[in-house]
DNA sequence: CGACGCGTTGAAACTCGTCAATTGGTGTGG
DNA sequence: CCACACCAATTGACGAGTTTCAACGCGTCG
């Protein structure tokens, strides 16, 4: 029933770094479980102080913060191989909230052995601090793309970007890959209003750009949505993946 | 000439952690050097790989990308206690620059050294980890600034962080601090155009709450502001000093 | 003295947000 | 089986917030 850390399907990807024997060993008793959870359930909590960490197995969700005057910032989406809880772990409490979009599967881990990781561990303690270094690489991206784009800009990159994450993941299948939010899910992320997000949706369809129906994602003509978006070189190599 | 890190005085300040003795030991093995640089150098740039990593002991600069159009987004100030580096050290480059604004003086350490600190020290691995956290969450809250917030809001919510940072580095004097940025640094870091930042600026000097002058800022009331910025409760506890 | 950086102000243009209404699909209860 | 509610997507009209363009004042520096 519960997945076997060595049997990992997201490791075997090529986006995830491989890991020594010694070092799966304590994944394997690091992971207390796995939680299951429906569609549009809440997972993390802002303000809130989890016991637990995650690790995405299966399904898609999102991380948002909301303001006093009603409206949300989606921080970014989740997907299969994402750590969710980190913040909790170090600085005493989430600053985001996580809920899931589509019905999730996630791996659990026992915070209170977090300590051991850094104490016995050093390899996965780098990779902790990778992976945070990782979040805050992709929050600068967003924050210049909310910053200085244009809305059509800003729906190529935050739509290229995914279909990339997607890609690592292993959901892609070539142009294409599943997306299952919201318009408003993403006009939330872009810093845009719905009806706006719908009208530059329509023009970027109406262009051949790229088609975005029934939850899957397509890029027709990626080349300009490349240009359009400003993307810097990706020079990503394997992630880590706990 | 050269501060001894035993003697250091940020971490006599109220904000910081406290720190071992066997700790402190090795940080002080861990610094080089300093470094001193001048107004408007370059300290760190995008895509480099730099070998070295800074602890800032005095002045200020800020974090910036440029875009392929000539754009720029501030992702943030830089001020005294800020480690600089940590992403090229974990990422094996830097995906923003940082440079001087005033003439500003860095702790040097050996970047070579960063793999003896996960493995020897795991205090201060879980510190770099927190500290890569705390610009996490800064970067979600700016980006939900950016993304969310009026002009109006957005400069009392960048306002009142810095003036709270520099509380935390000992800078602030009451509702005062020292500002030494340019209207366009800030713009930048709001995703506002400088016209709009400026005429923002007088409104809320006309209407006392805030005034920015010869490098200075100072709320005159800090209620309205800070209803202004909807900011979240601050949970802040002493932060790692690396 | 002139060049330059920074702050300031006015006017015009435009992107984008808000309001409002419609469509189509899905699920639920009578 | 149909009525109804509900949600996501869509479209039009209008207005507000913001950007862009342009010009000027002021202090500093060579």
Redesign the pocket.
């Known amino acids: 029933m519960v997945i076997d850390c060595g049997d990992c399907p997201l490791r075997k990807l090529e986006g995830f770094q491989k890991v020594k024997p010694d070092e799966l060993a304590f994944l394997k008793r690091f992971k207390v479980g796995e939680l299951s959870v429906d569609k549009g359930a809440p997972i993390l909590m802002e303000g809130a102080n989890s016991p637990q960490l995650y690790t995405v197995l299966r399904g898609m969700g999102l991380r948002y913060k909301l303001l006093p005057n009603g409206r949300r910032q989606v921080v970014n989406f989740v997907l299969p191989g994402d750590f969710l809880g980190l913040q909790a772990g170090v600085m005493g409490e989430m600053k985001h909230s996580v809920e899931a979009t589509t019905r999730m599967v996630l791996c659990v881990f026992d915070r209170s052995e977090l300590w051991t990781l850094y104490k016995h561990h050093p390899e996965q303690a780098f990779d902790l601090t990778w992976l945070a270094s990782i979040h805050e690489h992709f929050l600068g991206e967003a924050l210049t793309s909310v910053g200085q ?4 800009q ?1 729906i190529c990159w935050g739509l290229l970007r995914f279909h990339e994450r997607c890609n690592d993941a292993g959901l892609a299948d070539g142009e294409t890959c599943p997306l299952p ?4 899910d993403l ?1 939330d992320a872009l ?12 023009k970027l369809r109406n262009r051949q750009i790229l088609a975005w ?1 029934d939850g899957y994602l397509r890029f027709l003509d990626r080349e300009k949505a490349e240009t359009s978006a400003m993307l810097e070189r990706d020079t990503s190599r394997p992630r880590p993946l706990i």
């Open positions: 784009m244009s809305a059509e800003r939010y919201t318009q408003q006009a810093g845009l209003s719905l009806v706006h997000t719908n009208k530059t949706l329509t129906r």
